[in-house]
């Protein structure tokens, strides 16, 4: 392997020059932030140019596959808990204070697994299946505001460190790893996904997403490769995350679901995929023939069917519909074809209740789900962790926010990786379905950055 040196340049296309260049500008605040080593626990969060910083812990709710654990202020409480990881997660955030808070974190893929009754034998004790916590700090700027920076919270200590951290203007510029094999495991994975045609050939189900994953040689510098990352890619929301003892940072393509302060409950589904980025009349050839494409409108088309019905199951009386269909949307290295489903939460219903209809998205688990998410434990040969998981916040006001986490690297106890996957229907190929994986891999492989000298240790590691 060799690296690769990726210039900030490269990303600033003379037309939409200013853009960029305030994104960089607030990326480099995020660099600046995390190095300032005052932080233990932080999820960074971007919404289309509006940004939050939260840090600090003032509470938090840990479940597992068997206890919820509850801090609050220093005192911690551990309950056992049974029947919907949601409604679990529920009443663990009304035991906080009943002043107004604010909290982040993530769910796992796991938790659907708890949700749905599905072969959860083979998870331990210590299966993290959620991770949420309140934040002692939090620090936010964007449009909304003029792009002021409001810091709340914090000792005056703190918030010094802080503004004299947020006048940093350039962080310098870093190779990339550029090399990493994103072809690794195809002989595996194709054999993989012939086995899941013939189930959905068989009817046990009518489709699926299976994953693979792409180990990283060495560790990686989230925030330089989430900086690298967001600069090449066009996510629906961006995070980046250090938080219930995992990091990560990611492009993501979708939202899993959101509630609004008018109970408006929304969710994204994208399925259909084709390359992006490769060349404009390259770019536009895929998206005609992504349109057209019988296999590619199918899966489409079964993907808002059962979001629509998700999201209708708890939508007041004729609310749920939906207002965007099949429209194409670019995500980095990729473009999907992309709807909107809408409603309006029935009364009595809580945000996790909404949650819990439509997690995990129909597009990174399949259809049905439960049969879809047994399909998923069965065939894939590790658990899935944050990977098709969702990055949440949530407020003691009723709104929720989920974005679906994919397009992402991860890393614990020192491995970090990559995963990616693609939805298989009776349609597919095995061929196809790996290029697809490789496709959607090309929206963050190319952007890692080494902790450490990548002329040392990346060096080093790679001759392994």
């Not at 609004?260 to 084709?274: F, H, I, K, N, Y």
């Not at 895929?286 to 629509?308: G, M, Q, T, W, Y």
């Not at 489903?341 to 998205?361: E, H, I, K, N, Q």
Request: charged fraction near 25%; glycine fraction near 8%; charge should be negative.
């Amino acid at each position: 392997m060799s690296s690769t040196t990726v210039g900030i340049k490269e990303f600033i296309g003379s037309a939409r020059s200013a853009e960029r260049e305030l994104l960089d500008r607030d990326l480099v605040r995020v660099i600046a932030l995390v190095e300032t080593g005052l932080f233990d626990d932080y999820v960074v969060y971007e919404n289309r140019g509006k940004w939050v910083f939260a840090t600090g812990i003032t509470g938090s709710v840990a479940l597992t596959s068997e206890s919820v654990t509850t801090t609050w202020e220093g005192q911690v409480s551990v309950s056992t808990w049974s029947g919907s990881p949601a409604t679990a997660l529920q009443r663990a955030c009304e035991a906080f204070s009943t002043t107004r808070w604010n909290a982040f974190g993530w769910v796992g893929f796991e938790f659907a697994a708890y949700t749905h009754g599905v072969r959860t034998g083979r998870f331990d004790g210590d299966t993290t299946l959620a991770y949420l916590f309140v934040p002692r700090i939090e620090i936010t700027w964007g449009h909304s505001d003029g792009n002021d920076v409001v810091v709340t919270g914090g000792t005056a200590t703190e918030r010094a460190a802080i503004f004299d951290a947020l006048r940093a203007d350039s962080v310098d510029d870093v190779p990339s790893f550029g090399d990493l094999d994103i072809f690794e495991d195809s002989e595996r994975y194709r054999a993989r996904t012939a086995e899941a045609i013939d189930e959905i050939c068989r009817g046990e189900y009518a489709k699926v997403i299976l994953s693979r994953t792409i180990p990283i040689p060495f560790e990686v510098d989230l925030p330089r490769t989430y900086r690298l990352g967001r600069l090449a890619n066009t996510p629906a929301r961006s995070f980046l995350l250090d938080a219930g003892g995992i990091e990560a940072a990611g492009f993501s393509p979708e939202l899993v679901v959101s509630v609004d302060d008018r109970r408006m409950v929304s969710a994204e589904p994208l399925a259909g995929t084709r390359a992006f980025g490769v060349g404009a009349e390259e770019d536009s050839a895929a998206r005609n023939d992504l349109e057209k494409d019988p296999k590619e409108i199918a899966e489409h088309a079964v993907s808002v069917r059962a979001a629509f019905h998700e999201v209708a199951s708890v939508s007041e009386d004729d609310s749920a519909m939906v207002t965007d269909f099949m429209s194409v949307r670019e995500r980095g290295s990729v473009q999907h074809l992309a709807s909107t489903v809408r409603g309006r939460l029935r009364a009595g219903m809580s945000p996790w209740d909404a949650f819990a209809a439509v997690f995990p998205a129909v597009t990174a688990s399949g259809i049905p789900k439960r049969e879809s998410i047994d399909a998923i434990v069965r065939l894939e040969d590790s658990e899935r962790a944050l990977y098709s998981g969702a990055v949440v916040r949530t407020s003691s006001d009723g709104t929720l926010e989920a974005a679906l986490v994919l397009r992402a690297v991860y890393q614990q106890q020192g491995h970090a990786w990559l995963r990616a996957g693609a939805g298989i229907v009776a349609q597919s190929t095995p061929d196809r379905e790996f290029d697809e994986t490789c496709e959607k891999l090309t929206s963050v492989a190319p952007y890692l950055v080494c902790r450490s000298d990548p002329r040392d240790t990346c060096a080093r590691d790679s001759e392994r």
